[in-house]
T-cell receptor
Framework: KQEVTQIPAALSVPEGENLVLNCSFT??????LQWFRQDPGKGLTSLLL???SQREQTSGRLNASLDKSSGRSTLYIAASQPGDSATYLCAVRDWGAGKSTFGDGTTLTVKP | DAGITQSPRHKVTETGTPVTLRCHQT?????MYWYRQDPGHGLRLIHYSYGVKDTDKGEVSDGYSVSRSKTEDFLLTLESATSSQTSVYFC??????????????FGPGTRLLVL
């Protein structure tokens, strides 16, 4: 059974700092990995999708990497801003299953 | 934002009452999903649909049923609500015929309280 872990559960940084969020998964047989952002009381917003054949994807200040062999992905946020404060979740789309497995998320607070 | 709406957005009901949640999309996407989100459990898949009248169970399907009679609508029914079904329910849709490129888009959620 696929397990997805995100450590730490919470992270607080000063504005302007570059930071890395981590996502690890136990089964490397995946189609893709997706990073989401969730604001309090809201739904999930898709940030980046990395296909299993890709190593990284970039969108603005965000860069996500994928290392299938080690079961790890990172989300790099450059020059963090208070508006980046949210919970960030990763999800892997498993081979042979019509579903994704989600991590519990990392709650990020960026202090002005 | 993907055109996904959920109704109702908030609901309070009593134990033993049937409840139906609706997800409506305007994107004509084939796949639709129902998740629940609970502290300590993250997001868990309840049921999903891969076409009109084509549905399958997720990991926490007991006590729930679904129906999809039109591409744009996916209904989740709690047959007899229990307090353990108090949760936030999210609908999601996905947009690709190639699973490697499948991006999921989420609705705003429905907060359900079962007393």
């Amino acid at each position: 059974k696929q397990e997805v872990t995100q450590i730490p559960a919470a992270l607080s940084v000063p504005e302007g700092e570059n930071l890395v969020l981590n996502c690890s998964f136990t089964d490397s047989a995946i189609y893709n990995l997706q990073w989401f952002r969730q604001d309090p009381g809201k739904g999930l917003t898709s940030l980046l999708l990395i296909q299993s054949s890709q190593r990284e994807q970039t969108s603005g200040r965000l860069n996500a990497s994928l290392d299938k062999s080690s079961g790890r992905s990172t989300l790099y946020i450059a020059a963090s801003q208070p508006g980046d404060s949210a919970t960030y979740l990763c999800a892997v789309r498993d081979w042979g299953a019509g579903k994704s497995t989600f991590g519990d998320g990392t709650t990020l607070t960026v202090k002005p | 934002d993907a055109g996904i709406t959920q109704s109702p957005r908030h609901k309070v009901t009593e134990t033993g009452t049937p409840v139906t949640l609706r997800c409506h999309q305007t994107e004509n996407h084939r796949y639709m999903y129902w998740y629940r989100q609970d502290p300590g459990h993250g997001l868990r898949l309840i049921h999903y649909s891969y076409g009109v009248k084509d549905t399958d169970k997720g990991e926490v399907s007991d006590g729930y049923s679904v129906s999809r009679s039109k591409t744009e609508d996916f209904l989740l029914t709690l047959e007899s609500a229990t307090s353990s079904q108090t949760s936030v329910y999210f609908c999601a849709i996905s947009d690709s015929n190639r699973v490697e490129r499948e991006t999921q888009y989420f609705g705003p959620g429905t907060r359900l309280l079962v007393l």
